[in-house]
């Protein structure tokens, strides 16, 4: 597996979402006054504006709502080749973009359902991935 790397855009808003996923918790933003999840994490609720904020756990499961398989790698350092990329509606809450991983080519279908799976980086951080639930 290549070594990923923390992204550079790192706000004081997501800091509780990668701390969650360090401890293997899946901690999703939602607005305190109307309870709608925000993703990416915000000062401000894009429904009523509140800055008004509260951290919920999810239990990590959804389904893929699409998916794209990379055939040759956009970076030099992902060499093992295919890999999804796929979109994944957590039950609840907002869609995440991450990665299905023990899946064959051809295998992974749109309304797969999935569930979490907390990949500790050697750079230190946890990254949010997924396998599908029937694995
Ligand atoms: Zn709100």
Redesign the pocket.
Known sequence: MPERTLPRVLDTHAQAWWDGLRKHRLLLQH??????PRMPPGPI??????D?HEWRAHVGTGTVTSFVWYMQPLDPRFTEVPYNVSLVALDGGPVVVSNVLDVAFGALKIGDRVRARFCDEPAGFTSLMFVQENA
Not at 31 to 36: E, L
Not at 45 to 50: A, K, M, T, V
């Open positions: 607005c305190a006054d109307c309870g709608h609720c894009p429904e009523c504006w509140s008004k």
